[in-house]
């Protein structure tokens, strides 16, 4: 092929993107071995109030583990499957990682991307959800890791947008359905109609459910709940229509962390299990909607303890899969960016989204999903970047 053949297909796939130059993957980080499972706990927690025996507990989930949370090997596998769509699709945006809480931290790998000259930044949380903790605490990391840039003296700050909430779009949720079905497909046949679906989730305070989008709008446990509440829907829904078996199903909730006189989300997962066998359901699929991969929350609460406690009860169970590095993920992904890019560039774009709440909003609004504290928040309305 002669170069001039070839010359014109780089500057349109740069095209794509624009205005992106760059897409971070941004997630919580996890352990890589038994020394850094306090260090990593101390990250998360500062500042927190979380109980000293809550975090020996935590502690011991990851020892069990032999210190390694699986969460930075899978977000190594998404990276993969990410470049490797936008390979495959000509899309020529360099793909780069960091984390919250442990190595690579956002902070470097940000100083690593302006360095590399990229100016405006696509942002993928790990994090489906709206929610201080699936939103905001993102965007305050992303202010902090700017901050620390400007007083290092980087002459210009990178832009960084935060793309959209994306538990609606097909790409999250149709691998989630085709999850339970093998996981039904897994029960011992005699119980497998009349399983329950339990849908899960990380929980979190109620106040901050309640503000997580006005609850004028959205009601008791505010978007965060609602959400949830959709996307179980969605895939209730589909398994119904697979099946031709309608189950029963419930939003649950994991994970509890904080002091025991803060109401937070309920009821637990192993509450949940025990009501069920008490009132006669012959099996149940723990479906963890809130998460994107088999992390320590998954493994542990979920497959260790849940699964203890259901073993403990006689009760049948199965665990249906995260998205995790599933193609269908990456191929939204890029639907994501490209979707932004068009709207940044000022173009309509179609968006993508199941159930009823309809796509969510490009940029967070000022006191969505509140601060704690009065702490600056980067991609929002309220972002004191540019
Ligand atoms: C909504 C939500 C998500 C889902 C959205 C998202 O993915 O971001 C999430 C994910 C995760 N949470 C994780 C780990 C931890 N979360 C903790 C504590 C907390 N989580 C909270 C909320 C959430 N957490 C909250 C309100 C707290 C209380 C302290 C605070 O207000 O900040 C603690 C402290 C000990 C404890 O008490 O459990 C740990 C160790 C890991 C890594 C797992 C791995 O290593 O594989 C992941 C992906
Ligand atoms: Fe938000």
Wanted: aromatic share 6%; with cysteine; net charge negative.
């Amino acid at each position: 092929m002669s170069d001039q053949l070839r010359a014109p297909e780089a500057p349109v796939a740069e095209g794509l993107a624009a205005p992106y130059d760059a897409l971070l993957l941004l997630s919580f980080g996890g352990p890589e071995g038994p020394d850094d499972v306090v260090p990593f706990l101390e990250n998360v927690t500062r500042g927190r109030g979380i109980p000293r025996e809550r975090l020996k507990e935590v502690g011991q989930h990851y020892f069990g583990f032999g210190g390694v949370s699986p969460i930075n090997g899978q977000n190594r596998e998404l990276l993969d499957a990410l470049r490797k769509d936008f390979a495959g699709h000509g899309l020529d945006l360099p793909v780069y990682w960091g984390n919250r809480n442990w190595a690579p931290y956002l902070t470097d790998v940000l100083r690593e991307m302006a360095a590399d000259g990229r100016r405006r930044i696509a942002v993928l949380a790990t994090s489906a959800y709206a929610s201080y903790s699936g939103c905001r605490q993102y965007r305050e990391n992303l202010a902090d890791a700017l901050a620390t840039l400007a007083e290092e003296g980087v002459a210009e700050l990178p832009r960084v947008d935060k793309l959209r909430h994306y538990f609606n779009h097909p790409g999250f949720v149709q691998p989630m359905i085709d999850g339970v079905l093998a996981s039904l497909a897994g029960l011992p046949e005699e119980v497998r109609d009349g399983a329950h679906l339990v849908f899960t989730t990380h929980s979190i305070p109620t106040a901050a459910a309640d503000t997580s989008g006005p609850v004028e709008e959205h009601g008791e446990g505010g978007a965060y709940v609602r959400q949830h509440l959709d996307v179980a829907r969605v895939i209730a829904d589909a398994v119904r229509a697979e099946t031709g078996t309608g189950r029963p199903w419930e939003l649950v909730y994991q994970s509890r962390s904080g002091a025991p006189h803060v109401p937070w989300l309920e009821p637990d997962v192993c509450d949940h299990l025990e009501a069920l066998h008490a009132a006669g359901a012959p099996a149940a699929v723990m479906v963890p909607i809130g998460f994107v991969s088999d992390h320590m929350e998954v493994l542990y609460d979920l497959d260790t303890e849940a699964t203890a406690k259901a073993a403990e009860l006689g009760l049948p169970v199965a665990r249906s899969a995260t998205v995790g590095a599933d193609p269908r993920f990456a191929a939204a992904v890029r639907d994501l960016v490209l979707e932004r890019a068009a709207a940044e560039r000022g173009e309509g774009v179609e968006r993508c989204a199941l159930g009823l709440l309809g796509p969510s909003h490009d940029l967070c609004a000022v006191g969505c999903c509140p601060a704690r504290g009065p702490r600056p928040a980067a991609a929002g309305a309220d972002s004191p970047y540019a």
